[in-house]
């Protein structure tokens, strides 16, 4: 991958903050950009007698370039259908369907308020356009990552080059027993589940841009004629950056997720509270309610080879740091995670690592020694 890409990519991150956890990128279709007699950007789920403006979505406001909608089944769900397939490997094909391109759009909004003189806040929404490799496919393990391809539109209607960024992880373990729970203010809890309430389970295991841990929950795979959908147990998770970088007003999401695969594409849907903690990480109060939607439509035609590159140099790298977290949580029953050292975010430490390894020197004995040195100054155990 040519090096302007991969380090306007850095620079990109930097300008908005990061806004690329929620993936703040647009991606829309020619024939679904607004006029000038439509809004621009409208969200149908909100609250009604508000004045017009006071709900207006936060969030990306960029345009992507054209892409072109996928609308015949594709082959990963026929290949979910087949007849005679045990259910661990329906489930299993359900997961690796989630693999491939997509135009992603993200809508949360908070629908009920708890605290006295509340008032709603305005709700998010964000596109883009990502890959999603398939990392791992073993009988009882996938990994998923996700890479945000974006080319921007301008004003003349010019193209950009790509924007490459790495994404979200998701990591898919059968019957997993060890779980690494959220237990607030940044610590993390390591516990063990029985072999019961393991059984027919799939833990999915969510990780940051720069792998550190989101969330972690187990669930059911369920599957029907046309979708095939997983419901998480009740979870909590630190505040994402869409949350964190504008209000501190609570400190943990505690809700459900579920995954929906259908023939085009498939849809994350979220149910959280925002909580607030007392100093022992005890809840003390609901602030609100919250639901989620996130939607990955399948699309064709449309150019990924600067991600597939940015993946094929970076990827040794990510794979260190991969070991090097797995490696922390079996040491440690309890892990706390700092956000910052010294006014830089781990994010930006790890993507200025992986830049540095694609320069011809990548030597992976002293790169892990870089990435356990660089975690030391984020992460501390009990």
């Not at 991969?6 to 024939?31: E, M, N, P, Y």
Request: charged share 25%; with cysteine; glycine share 6%.
């Amino acid at each position: 991958m040519p090096r302007r890409i991969r380090h306007l990519s850095v620079a990109f991150i930097i300008a908005v903050g990061c806004w690329v956890t929620a993936a703040v990128l647009a991606a829309v279709q020619k024939d679904a950009a607004p006029s000038a007699a439509t809004p621009a950007r409208q969200y149908t789920f909100a609250w009604q007698f508000l004045t017009q403006d006071a709900m207006a979505p936060r969030g990306g406001t960029t345009r992507g370039s054209a892409v072109e909608l996928v609308t015949e089944p594709t082959e990963a769900w026929k290949h979910l259908h087949e007849n005679g397939i045990s259910t661990l490997e329906q489930d299993r094909r359900a997961i690796l369907a989630m693999a491939g391109g997509y135009r992603t759009s993200f809508d949360f909004i908070e629908t009920v308020g708890f605290v006295e003189g509340y008032t709603p806040q305005q709700p998010y929404q964000s596109w883009g356009t990502e890959y999603v490799y398939v990392v791992a496919d073993e009988p009882r393990f996938i990994s998923l990552q996700h890479i945000i391809v974006m080319r921007f539109q301008a004003e003349d209607g010019s193209i950009s080059e790509p924007m490459v960024v790495k994404h979200w992880r998701q990591d898919w373990h059968y019957e997993a027993r060890d779980m690494h729970r959220y237990a607030g203010h940044q610590v993390w809890e390591h516990h063990r589940q029985s072999r019961r309430d393991a059984k027919g389970r799939w833990r999915q295991a969510v990780y940051q841009v720069d792998d550190s841990p989101r969330y972690m929950a187990s669930g059911t795979w369920e599957h029907f004629a046309n979708y095939s959908s997983w419901t998480s147990e009740e979870t909590w998770r630190p505040l994402p950056r869409r949350e964190f970088s504008v209000r501190d007003d609570y400190h943990v999401l505690i809700g459900t997720n579920r995954h929906t695969i259908y023939p085009t594409g498939w849809v994350q849907e979220e149910s959280n509270l925002k909580v607030v903690l007392d100093e022992k990480g005890e809840r003390e109060a609901a602030i609100a309610r919250e639901n989620g939607l996130a939607r990955y439509e399948r699309i064709a035609n449309f150019d990924w080879q600067a991600g597939d590159e940015y993946w094929s140099k970076t990827g040794p790298f990510w794979a260190l740091v991969r070991d090097a977290w797995e490696q922390r949580f079996e040491r440690e029953s309890v892990l706390e995670i700092a956000k910052t050292y010294e006014q830089m975010s781990m994010f930006m430490a790890m993507f200025q690592l992986a830049d540095s390894s694609t320069d011809g020197t990548f030597d992976p004995e002293k790169t892990l020694q870089e990435i356990d040195s660089t975690l030391n100054l984020y992460i501390s155990s009990e």
